[in-house]
T-cell receptor, first 115, second 115 residues
Framework: AQSVTQLGSHVSVSEGALVLLRCNYS??????LFWYVQYPNQGLQLLLK??????LVKGINGFEAEFKKSETSFHLTKPSAHMSDAAEYFC?????????????FGTGTRLTIIP | DAGVIQSPRHEVTEMGQEVTLRCKLI?????LFWYRQTMMRGLELLIY????????DSGMPEDRFSAKMPNASFSTLKIQPSEPRDSAVYFC?????????????FGAGSRLTVL
């Protein structure tokens, strides 16, 4: 079984500041990890994913995340926040990537950017 | 959401009425997922299909909810009778092959309001 915990339901950062959104997972098998972003009145869009290989993964819009097995974490970062980054972010985990698996989502973190 | 088309985008109905939400997959896929999103409960998996067969419907709230997938590119989620607590955004999703990995790809959602 898999589960995800996102620390902080709301995060506010100033424009140009570092963005750090935290995600910890629990999985009984090697996990596949994902970050999704949801803009108002839209569906979820994939930001980045970790399946196998390099533990630092880069996604769209300048975001990246690092898989740390020892810490069971997959935190999302961006060096410099932009106003357009304001959205809700979801971390998700699955136990395989065969195409028929279901994802378990965290409760989401709403990111606000302060001008 | 290019691969997943949902209709209607918005539905307002009165308590007791039947509601049918539709999902069309643009190209052939093996899997289809129905999620519900509310402020209180976040993103919940209701049911998912693999090769048109329901694999896990443990997330379906109660007998008022039913889902069908009559062919590989179409599914419906029906609520009969609807209740105000069913008000939510309902998302359909499927797995798309992106950069060598299967990625859950969402439609834009159907926003349901039950008065």
């Amino acid at each position: 079984a898999q589960s995800v915990t996102q620390l902080g339901s709301h995060v506010s950062v100033s424009e140009g500041a570092l963005v750090l959104l935290r995600c910890n997972y629990s999985s009984s098998v090697p996990p596949y990890l994902f970050w999704y972003v949801q803009y108002p009145n839209q569906g979820l869009q994939l930001l980045l994913k970790y399946t196998t290989g390099a533990t630092l993964v880069k996604g769209i819009n300048g975001f990246e995340a690092e898989f740390k097995k020892s810490e069971t974490s997959f935190h999302l970062t961006k060096p410099s926040a932009h106003m357009s980054d304001a959205a809700e972010y979801f971390c998700a985990v699955s136990g395989n990537n065969f195409g028929n698996e279901k994802l378990t989502f965290g409760t989401g973190t709403r990111l606000t950017i302060i001008p | 959401d290019a691969g997943v088309i949902q209709s209607p985008r918005h539905e307002v109905t009165e308590m007791g009425q039947e509601v049918t939400l539709r999902c069309k997959l643009i190209s052939g896929h093996n899997s289809l997922f129905w999620y519900r999103q509310t402020m209180m409960r976040g993103l919940e998996l209701l049911i998912y299909f693999n090769n048109n067969v329901p694999i896990d419907d443990s997330g379906m709230p109660e007998d008022r909810f039913s889902a069908k997938m009559p062919n590989a590119s179409f599914s419906t989620l029906k609520i009969q009778p609807s209740e105000p607590r069913d008000s939510a955004v309902y998302f359909c999703a499927t797995n798309l092959r992106i950069s060598g990995a299967n990625v859950l790809t969402f439609g834009a959602g159907s926003r349901l309001t039950v008065l």
